[in-house]
């Protein structure tokens, strides 16, 4: 259940999967995801997986379109009752809140500094690499 329009509160919920419990933790989310994460206040959500081997190693997130929406997901028997299973199946369980904001890209106030053009950006070289 993606959305192609952003939502403006995110709520993510990162972990790693205990070695000797994935298959158990792959039957808890077969059986006990779908209520979760269909809650009539869920706008969006999507699964990240890092395949590097580096923590957290999955990372679900929730998008909410207001902040009442979110409250009364966290406060809901079926987030409570979900995170309760999760916790027994995995490790480093975290939780944050976003809030979509923006960066001004105002360049009247440092007319020393110079942005580049899209012309100077694709002549640029990319470069991925893993931060840590």
């Not at 409250?71 to 028997?77: K, L, Q």
């Not at 079926?78 to 809140?97: D, I, K, M, P, W």
């Not at 106030?109 to 991925?128: I, Q, Y």
Request: hydrophobic share 35%.
């Amino acid at each position: 259940m993606t959305t192609l329009r952003p939502t403006p509160y995110s709520y993510e919920i990162e972990f790693d999967v205990i070695g000797d419990r994935r298959e158990a933790y792959d039957r808890w989310v077969a059986k006990n995801g779908m209520p979760w994460i269909t809650h009539e206040t869920v706008a969006a959500f999507d699964v990240w997986q890092n395949d590097k081997g580096l923590s957290p190693e999955v990372k679900f997130q929730f998008g909410f379109r207001t902040l009442d929406a979110w409250t009364r997901f966290v406060d809901s028997r079926c987030h409570v009752v979900a995170t309760e299973g999760l916790r027994r199946l995995v490790t480093g369980l975290e939780a944050t809140l976003w809030e979509r904001d923006g960066i001004r890209l105002d360049v009247t106030e440092a007319a020393d500094e110079h942005l580049p053009s899209t012309a100077d950006c694709e002549r640029r070289t990319s470069v991925t690499e893993e931060i840590r």
